[in-house]
């Protein structure tokens, strides 16, 4: 596999609180990434870090060979990203989000956003003040899905979704991208919800990478469930 994305000795502090520390990692073109942790390890800073959110305190990342900075706009037109909580402005139809973002990304499909808003049962003409916080979750992953991008970071993007849903993307859609070479970064504290979709397992604690390996190889040299092996690996740590 090729190389995508480099990640190389990263922290990052919020005054006296390191959040991730000397965090490296290779990321290599569609394979689908599972990073856990628990909530406050780091897994939503590492995200609005590679999405220049927030800036680093030390460390590089290269994307493409190419290093990016904080204030690298270009890159972005290749990524998508979910947060747990997405943001968008109030007063905007549905469709007229859609329309907003669709200029800013050369590989917007139209056809994907317009299929996504029919299976998430989302009406385009209403406004995103009415929707629900789950209806605003399915509405951010039909906006990133839309954008075709090369790298896709998911930050907890279940959590607020109601059970079919959740299993609907956990099976068909993240199954859908991988097959067609979408490299995933699945961030959660949800051990369970890795198990059936993970390729690569990285895990965070105390803002370091203690596990970076091949999940089957994971599994097999621990000879227990995902749910175990976490349990075990930070009170190691601990």
């Known amino acids: 596999m090729t190389e995508l994305l480099r990640i190389q000795h ?4 919020f005054g006296r609180k390191p959040v991730l520390k000397d965090f490296d990692v290779a990321v290599e073109s569609g394979r689908v990434y599972g990073l856990l942790g628990r909530n406050g390890e780091g897994k939503t800073t590492l995200a609005r870090v590679l999405m220049g959110v927030i800036p680093a305190d030390v460390g590089d990342i290269l994307y493409k060979g ?15 990203y979910v947060p747990e909580d ?21 590989r917007w499909n139209r056809k994907r956003a317009a299929s996504d808003l029919e ?12 929707l629900s916080r789950g209806m605003k979750l399915k509405l951010g992953l039909a906006v990133a899905l839309a954008a075709a991008p090369e790298f896709l970071i998911l930050d907890d993007p279940t959590s607020g979704l109601d059970v079919p849903t959740r299993q609907d993307f956990l099976r068909d859609i993240i199954r859908e991208l991988a097959a067609s070479g979408t490299t995933i970064l699945f961030a959660t504290h949800m051990v369970h919800e890795l198990e059936r ?13 203690i596990v970076d390996g091949d999940f089957e190889k994971v599994k097999a040299q621990h000879q227990a469930s995902l749910e175990d092996i976490f349990v075990s690996l930070v009170a190691d740590k601990a």
């Not at 990263?10 to 502090?13: A, C, D, G, N, V």
């Not at 397992?201 to 990478?209: A, D, F, K, S």
């Open 197 to 209: 979709i993970v390729e690569w397992l990285l895990v965070l604690h105390g803002g370091r990478l």
């Open 10 to 13: 990263l922290s990052k502090s």
């Open 66 to 80: 190419r290093r990016i900075s904080f204030r690298d706009s270009a890159y972005k037109r290749e990524f998508g």
């Open 119 to 130: 299976r998430f049962a989302l009406d385009p003409r209403s406004r995103i003040r009415t």
């Open 86 to 106: 997405p943001f968008f402005y109030e007063d905007m139809t549905i469709r007229g989000l859609l329309d907003f973002n669709a200029r800013f990304y050369p």
